[in-house]
């Protein structure tokens, strides 16, 4: 059974909530105004398009959330193709969800969510003392209607159901567990001889006139970069909110609408007893447990120190059965109204009589009183200011984040009409290049910026980058005012980097070259075969390998040993590999054993899982137009 009244369980209604919010409270408004200006169709479900812009603004909102619950969190990372392919994978992925709902006629029952709402904490806050639901407040702070949240958590949770049966089944048996661990955490004992590109690099000496062909052929390798002037300007929080100032009769009507909250409500703690009788139940099973309750009290009333210990045997709600009931502190607002009207109308120690709600038939024990003490006016006012600022700011900066976003986009052969308008500064910054700076902070090394700056149209056109939402609060546009293109540097200058880069391609071929001989002599003569003395390998001791040579001694075939391989390091050189024996693994302990066993289970659900996607995709003739990021780099 779900938890009641309180908010323990891992994933709660708080992370659905943070999930719902509406896009344009993390992206701003004039992600709205925009999201319509590119058409293209990077990928299709079920017969519907998702456009550019469609992605564009599901990658931002995506990386704002993650910004703003990960601060420290490097913006490279969010701002990568690969992470901005994992969010047109993502909103594919939903697509095909809502069509299998849809096709599958899968539905939430209200009891489910009437369960969840009065779990949710966050959502107990928006209850009146009357008990009536705050729906402006509500309103206010999520900028959603009550209905529009109840309609997103019904698509979330039903979309749940989708993969529900296949990951809820998952199994995999102890025999095919024990053949795959026991082969992945195999041990062999190898030999390797390495042939390092530095050894036979060190004897390289190319000529000048060969230095001079390897610069003409590899020009690409040996250039200053592309350059770009600009002008710039940042719109973020600290510049919206120098105009702000605050009315003194405005503070005070603040302070006596909110006083109480803002010097915190007066909380209680107290342990209780549920026994479990939904509103929805036939009449004679709440009369059953509503008879079990009354001996209960009985009990209770003549044993009161027993009541830690009848809950936990007794008690429908596990959550705090096993903590003798207890519930902890807790505000009026956290709890249904009849349980947080008897709480709050007892004295510490007291036990209370019968308290019937929604899940059922409550003994309360009234254990401790937190009081809270009303301030002044005055004592009040720092508070009060820098609430009521940052509500003005918050409002504020939407309202100039539109102006901003719409005028750098209207007017786009400057930024100086803007930068007047709002008063803010017009920047400059020189010989910036399509890298971000290394260790660099601010707007001068977002990618996404940078991108914005070196687009045909800022580049060919001189005109403004519309706005670049950096997190934070923070807009930027940006204009190039010079443009530099790459150039192949002079030999002269770049001599040593054209010796090092002749000397390694060499130096390699040389390594490959010797290390496959010595492969084909070892294999025709093995007595002949000079190496270093053997290592045990397995994926947890790597024995300092290079990832290849281990992957090939793990994986060569051992039905004939000694098994000799090469392997071919790329840079690094080449090796010769000698498999000598396979060295079961060691019995892992029992704990170890149950562990690992547990692992693999989740793996096989997690294939299976995936599997089941895969046919959802194919089912729902899912085409994803955009390649991935690692294939387009193979391409080219």
């Known amino acids: 059974m779900f938890e009641f009244i309180r908010k323990h369980t ?3 209604m708080g992370l659905l909530f943070l999930l719902i919010v509406p896009s344009f409270v993390l992206f701003g408004l004039d ?38 619950s990960m601060p420290t969190l490097d913006a490279k990372l969010l701002d990568s193709p690969e992470a901005k392919y994992g969010s047109l994978e993502r909103m594919v992925r939903d697509r095909v969800f809502a069509a299998a709902v849809i096709q599958s006629g899968l539905v939430v029952p209200d009891q489910k969510l009437q369960r969840l709402y009065a779990e949710d904490k966050a959502l107990a806050s928006f209850r009146l003392p009357d008990g009536k639901f ?112 605050l009315n003194e009769q405005d503070l005070k009507t603040y302070y006596e609408q909110n006083a109480a909250q803002l010097a915190g409500n007066e909380e209680r703690r107290a342990s209780h007893i549920l026994i479990e ?39 429908s709600d596990t959550g705090s059965a096993a903590n003798g009931g207890d519930l902890d502190f807790f505000a009026r607002k956290a709890m249904v109204k009849p349980f947080a009207d008897a709480a709050f109308s007892m004295k510490k120690g007291d036990i209370s009589e019968l308290v019937e709600t929604e899940f059922g038939y409550h003994i309360i024990k009234l254990t401790d009183i937190k009081t809270s003490t009303q301030k002044t006016f005055e004592e009040m006012r720092p508070a009060l200011e820098a609430e009521l600022r940052q509500q003005q700011s918050q409002k504020k900066f939407a309202e100039t984040a539109e102006t901003f976003s719409n ?27 399509r890298t971000p700076a290394l260790g660099g902070t601010g707007p001068l090394v977002n990618p996404k910026f940078l991108e914005a700056l070196f687009s045909t149209d800022a580049v060919g056109q001189k005109r403004n980058t519309e706005a670049i939402d950096l997190g934070g609060s923070q807009l930027v546009s940006g204009r190039v005012t010079q443009h530099t293109p790459a150039r192949p540097l002079p030999l002269a200058e770049v001599k040593d980097r054209v010796r090092e880069r002749l000397q390694q391609q060499r130096g390699a071929e040389a390594a490959r070259k010797e290390g496959a001989e010595k492969l084909a002599a070892w294999k025709a003569n093995p007595a002949a075969a000079s190496m270093p003395p053997a290592v045990v390998v397995s994926r947890e001791q790597a024995q300092q390998l290079p990832a290849a040579a281990l992957k090939a001694a793990l994986s060569a075939e051992t039905t004939a040993l000694p098994a000799l391989l090469g392997v071919d390091l790329g840079t690094q050189g080449y090796a010769v590999v000698k498999v000598l024996k396979v060295l079961p693994r060691e019995a892992p302990a029992a704990a170890l054993a149950q562990q690992e066993q547990a692992q ?26 955009v390649s991935r990021p690692a294939e387009q780099k193979t391409g080219a």
């Open 600 to 625: 693999y289970a989740q793996w096989w659900t997690s294939a299976e899982s995936l599997a089941y996607y895969n046919i959802l995709k194919e089912r729902f003739k899912v085409d994803i137009k």
């Open 31 to 68: 992600g709205y105004n925009r999201s319509g200006r590119d058409t293209a169709v990077v990928a299709r479900v079920d017969g519907q398009d998702i456009t550019q812009s469609e992605w564009d603004f599901a990658h931002q909102n995506e990386v704002n959330r993650l910004r703003a």
């Open 407 to 433: 005028a750098v986009y209207e007017q786009s052969d400057s930024l100086r009409p803007i930068a007047e308008r709002l008063k803010l500064e017009v920047k400059t910054a020189s010989n910036l290049n």
């Open 277 to 315: 009788a939904p509103a929805s139940a036939p009449a004679a099973d709440r009369q059953k447990a509503k008879e079990k309750a009354d001996q209960l009290l009985a009990a209770v009333k003549k044993a009161p120190d027993s009541f830690a210990d009848l809950a936990r045997k007794n008690s």
């Open 134 to 245: 705050d729906r402006a407040g509500f309103m206010a702070q999520t900028q959603m209607t009550p209905e529009a949240y109840e309609a997103s958590l019904r698509a979330d949770l039903a979309t749940r159901q989708v993969m529900l049966g296949v990951a809820s089944s998952g199994f995999a048996a102890k025999a095919a567990a024990d053949v795959s661990l026991n082969a992945f955490f195999e041990k062999r004992e190898v030999q390797v001889a390495r042939f390092n590109t530095a050894d036979y690099a060190a004897r390289v000496t190319p000529s000048d006139a060969e230095l001079e062909q390897f610069y003409k052929d590899n020009q690409a390798l040996f250039q200053a970069p592309e350059q770009v002037a600009i002008e710039y300007v940042v719109l973020n929080m600290d510049a919206v909110t120098k105009g702000i100032t």
């Open 10 to 12: 891992k994933v709660t």
